[in-house]
């Protein structure tokens, strides 16, 4: 039965590991963003069949940010596998559970090194997305998982969250001067695209009910900007 109680220790460490290193990030992208993540992912995992490997899956959400580009130097976040391969080395002497020895330590840093949708997007581009891409359960899982908490009312607040992180204007009127990309830009370069880059079945049915929020509140946001008050109101 999944986990073990040495597995169960393992996942502890990672997780105060994982809370250590987001402790340094804006809302968009702190501990409970992972956490979220970590729920989503092992439940789309515990819906697959045949079903992944549970403990990839948990241990790959919740390290997926700790090397996020935003936050870290891009020489830490080349090699992901180098870098958490001290930490699992010390967890096999410590809890019994050798990833490394099982090759499972590997697929986790290869499924954290996959995840981000700029890294899909370019491996794409270039004829690089390989069989692994497409068939590796554990990396839709999470992946999944991770882009459903970028849309829908979660999403909605992350994305002001990290615009505020960053000083970025939410919205900028038509025939204004654009300094910086607005978040609502984002919205439409982005946000309302990843319903139709979602890999597990469960994530597909999540996503469209999310999508619909996403699409609700740009609309809002027209509507909101370019105010219209009826005339039966101006009666009253």
């Known amino acids: 039965m999944y986990p073990t109680a040495q597995e169960s220790a393992l996942i502890l460490e990672v ?33 697959a069949s045949p079903r992944p490997d549970l403990l990839v899956v948990e241990l ?11 936050y870290v130097s891009a020489e830490q976040a080349a ?6 391969l ?22 986790i840093a290869q499924v954290v090194d996959n995840i981000s949708w700029t890294t899909e997007t370019k491996l794409k581009k270039n004829n690089l997305w390989s069989e692994w891409h497409e068939n590796c359960v554990e990396l ?13 009312a979660f999403g909605i607040m992350r994305c002001a969250a990290y615009s505020a992180a960053v000083n970025r204007p939410l919205y900028i009127p038509p025939g204004q001067p ?3 990309e607005p978040a609502v830009q984002h919205f439409h370069d982005k946000l309302v695209l990843i319903r139709d880059r979602l890999k597990t079945a469960p994530g597909k049915v999540l996503g469209e009910k ?14 909101e900007y370019n105010i219209s008050i009826p005339e039966a109101t101006l009666d009253m």
């Open 15 to 47: 997780e105060n590991l994982m809370k250590d290193a987001m402790a340094k990030c804006d809302p968009s992208h702190d501990e409970f963003h992972v956490q979220r993540v970590r729920k989503t992912a092992l439940a789309l995992a515990n819906a």
């Open 60 to 70: 790959a959400a919740l390290l997926h940010d700790v090397l996020d580009k935003k």
């Open 79 to 84: 090699d992901p596998y180098g870098f958490f």
């Open 86 to 107: 001290p930490f699992f080395t010390s967890m096999a002497e410590k809890h019994g559970v050798d990833l490394v020895q099982d090759g499972r330590a590997r697929l």
């Open 140 to 152: 839709h899982c999470v992946q999944d998982a991770d882009r459903l908490d970028a849309i829908g």
């Open 178 to 180: 654009q300094l910086r």
């Open 210 to 223: 999310r999508h619909n929020v996403l699409i609700s509140f740009i609309a809002s946001v027209e509507e």
